[in-house]
């Protein structure tokens, strides 16, 4: 009899047919078999939070044809990802395939190699209690939060709202962040650079270091001229000469976060397409003669650990292409977080003699170029340190001292190859000085004030949200993509370029979870749940009393939440105008839709009216976008078309563009862009229009289609049904929009 071997992607069954030969039968479930039920809660809080799981809609016939290989077979191998969620997965199977029985068994693999995938089914091993559990009580404490708040939000502040665990957490951070963005007061300062020239070229550049042999503090232009008069003309002698010789070493191969990061800063990818790309390479290429290959290892971990075998790969590599000196006496070590799954591996391809070249004529574009971030950031972990000296040189002006800093790179190390959050194409050049001494005069070419104005912290990108989200301990590999699409999705927080901003829903949204729930919008509150779920993981904590001590406080809140709260909404913002038909002041209100201009008399006047493109002014934002024509900030604003940015200097430039939604169109490398017809009816198009023709009623998501990779869904609702479908022509994609969009990390 053959043995029945079940996988998570119809593209590991190719991939795995290859090697594993006619001794296997090789199925897949397709992501998830079973779940919590859509339309109710689905959990028994009176008995112990007792979850009831269903088969997902769709995957009857798969369970059918995975029943009937698995009583066929002498042995049934039950192999999703390596991470709870496939865990999960394979519980759920087992269940639906008579779980008691002995010829079931998990494997886990890391790679989709044919050394790793047989090395796996060597060692079999039970199904593990402990990692289920603690997948269910996320899914659990994420479907309680998900349908107890989202009825709160519907009645208290808007029909359709809902609220997720972790990503409620996420918006609390771009709101505060906004928050300090607006009580942020810039201070002036100056800086004072002198343009030099010693005894032979180049030519270099000293800041103002010191006044009286203490750090340069300049607040006005007065000041700062009278430094430029009092130095000008004196002499410039070099005081001191200093070099250091400096060691920087590599950065760790990738885990999930810092690979969503670096792909964010150096690709422009979101967290969600760095994800669905590495999925394929994970999954399988197929690379002509060879067949379908797993480029990488399993995208999913927060472990920097590197096998042997591998590292001594790279070594073979790095001694063939750039020599003996390149190699460390020893195999770098690398030091994970403490809460990392130590069983993983960081990201790094199965093969490191599989180059970027040599696969690119078999990987799509984006496939090529998140393959080679991956391979270069490998194969730099396992190479030398660079060394770099570093001079300092303090030159004497009367009582100021001028400071100019040079770098020189003595042996580029793993720099040869790969330098952190700086681009490929663009990376950092060395600053060099001219040979100098102590007591050199040098000559003055020029002496320059130069005005500065602090600046208040930056909006969050994808990467730095990313990041924050793991320096808090906040969410888990698997969940990152998830948190990012879903703040979005929901219209809580908006894309304005590249860095995001809350919307007004996003604030008052925010503002009653945290009066509301403190302990749930707490950022230390979030952490240590993810711990408590790592150590029921670890067979420490039961799951029901981690579900059980979250439960009680918030139930607590959501009851008096519900019995105390009012109806809530921004205040009406007066205006100048005055209502024909009662006399009374129009003020701009808040709505369903939107803000939209009203009598302040409501309800006995229902004088009402969208807000015309001078009345829309009142809500410009200002964005991080200038404007090509005279170099100020556009402003978003809402006009009789719909959403677009404007020049802040209207009318003296009276400049405007589409508003883009930050969504690559499907049909060429435009923007989709919001516009609205004659009539008032919102559509999207291309902002490459006429050139390409896209156009739909439809309001993109930032999501891609996960089947045909470059398509880009989008909300469909009519009275019939509220799906997602794909946008690209001939795909034919569609899924059921959830009723209430939670974080659970489902793959199915």
């Given amino acids: 009899m053959k043995s029945l071997l079940i996988v998570e992607s119809p593209t590991k069954v190719k991939t795995l047919s290859k090697f594993l030969g006619k001794e296997f039968v090789i199925k897949a479930s397709v992501g998830h078999v079973k779940d919590l039920p859509k339309r109710e809660l689905g959990v028994d809080i009176e008995d112990n939070f007792r979850p009831t799981y269903v088969v997902i809609d769709g995957k009857d016939k798969i369970l059918r044809e995975l029943k ?52 796996a089914l060597k060692n079999p091993r039970r199904l593990n209690p402990d990692l289920f559990n603690a997948q269910q009580a996320r899914r659990i404490l994420d479907r309680l939060v998900g349908y107890k708040l989202s009825p709160l939000l ?159 790969e790279a070594r073979e590599y790095i001694r063939e292409a750039y020599g003996e000196q390149y190699i460390p006496p020893k195999p770098p070590v690398y030091k994970s977080k403490k809460t990392a799954q130590e069983a993983h591996e960081a990201i790094r391809p199965t093969s490191v003699f599989r180059t970027p070249d040599r696969v690119k004529g078999f990987l799509s574009r984006d496939q090529y170029r998140l393959y080679t971030l991956i391979w270069n950031r490998f194969i730099a972990s396992q190479m030398r340190p660079a060394q770099l000296e570093q001079t300092t040189v303090d030159i004497e002006a009367g009582r100021c001292l001028f400071r100019a800093t040079g770098t020189v790179v003595r042996f580029p190390g793993f720099m040869s190859l ?49 990041k924050e989200l793991e320096a808090r301990g906040i969410g888990r590999p698997s969940t990152y993509a998830t948190i990012l699409s879903t703040i979005q999705e929901r219209k809580y927080v908006e894309k304005v370029d590249g860095r995001f901003r809350p919307t007004e829903l996003g604030v008052l949204v925010n503002d009653l979870l945290v009066q509301r729930f403190s302990d749930i919008m707490d950022y230390n509150f979030t952490a240590r749940m993810e711990d408590n779920l790592d150590k ?34 921004p205040a009406d913002i007066p205006t100048d105008e005055v209502c024909e038909r009662c006399g009374r002041p129009m003020v701009i209100k808040w709505g369903k839709h939107g803000r939209f201009i009203a009598c302040s008399g409501f309800p006995k006047c229902r004088n009402r009216r969208p807000l015309r493109n001078e009345e829309a002014e009142v809500e410009a934002q200002e964005t991080d976008e200038v404007c090509e024509k005279c170099g100020s900030r556009m402003v978003l604003k809402k006009g ?87 946008l690209k022509k001939g795909c034919g994609y569609k899924e059921q929009i959830p009723a209430h969009v939670e974080e659970a990390g489902a793959r199915g």
């Avoid at 997720?164 to 609390?172: P, W």
């Avoid at 050139?691 to 045909?708: G, L």
């Fill in 68 to 119: 009937r290989a698995a009583r066929d077979a002498d042995r049934v191998f039950l192999a999703p990802d390596p991470d709870r969620e496939g865990e999960a997965i394979a519980w759920h199977i087992a269940e639906e395939l008579d779980g008691d029985s002995d010829k079931i068994l998990r494997v886990e693999f890391n790679e989709i190699t044919e050394r790793a995938v047989k090395e």
């Fill in 154 to 312: 519907w009645r208290k502040v808007r029909r359709g709202l809902s609220a997720g665990r972790v990503q409620s957490v996420a918006l609390r951070l771009v709101v505060d962040r906004e928050r300090e963005i607006e009580a942020f007061r810039p201070v002036e300062y100056w800086s004072i650079t002198a343009t030099l020239e010693g005894g032979e070229p180049p030519r270099f550049d000293a800041k103002l270091h010191q006044l009286d042999g203490k750090k340069a503090e300049i607040g006005n232009e007065a000041e700062a001229k009278r430094i430029v008069d009092e130095v000008d003309g004196r002499p410039f002698i070099v005081k001191r000469v200093e070099k250091k010789r400096k060691t920087r070493s590599p950065s760790p191969p990738f885990i999930t976060s810092t690979l969503q990061q670096e792909a964010a800063r150096k690709l422009r990818f979101t967290a969600k397409r760095t994800m669905l790309i590495a999925q394929q390479l994970y999954e399988g290429v197929e690379l002509g003669d060879e067949g379908s290959v797993g480029l990488i290892t399993y995208m999913r971990t927060d472990s920097v650990r590197v096998a042997v075998e591998a590292q001594d």
């Fill in 418 to 466: 790969y330098t952190e959050g700086v681009d490929d194409a663009t990376e950092e050049g060395e600053k060099k000085l001219p040979s100098l001494k102590e007591g050199d005069s040098l000559r003055v070419l020029s002496i320059v004030p130069r005005q500065h104005f602090t600046q208040p912290p930056p909006r969050y990108t994808e990467a730095t949200l990313v």
């Fill in 536 to 569: 029921v993981e670890a067979g420490k904590f039961r799951w029901v009393d981690v579900v059980m001590d979250f439960y009680r406080p918030f139930d607590k809140d959501l009851t008096e939440a519900m019995e105390s709260l009012g109806r809530i909404k």
């Fill in 640 to 726: 009789r078309f719909g959403r677009f940015l404007s020049c802040s200097r209207y009318p003296e430039c009276k400049n405007t563009k589409p508003y883009g939604l930050g969504i690559k169109c499907p049909e060429d490398d435009g923007e989709i862009v919001e516009r609205r017809t004659k009539k008032g009816r919102v559509f999207y198009s291309c902002s490459n229009y006429p050139a390409c023709k896209f156009a739909t009623w439809y309001r993109p998501v930032p999501r891609n289609c996960p089947r045909c990779i470059d398509g880009v869904l989008a909300e469909k609702r009519t009275k019939k049904e509220e799906v997602y479908v794909c």
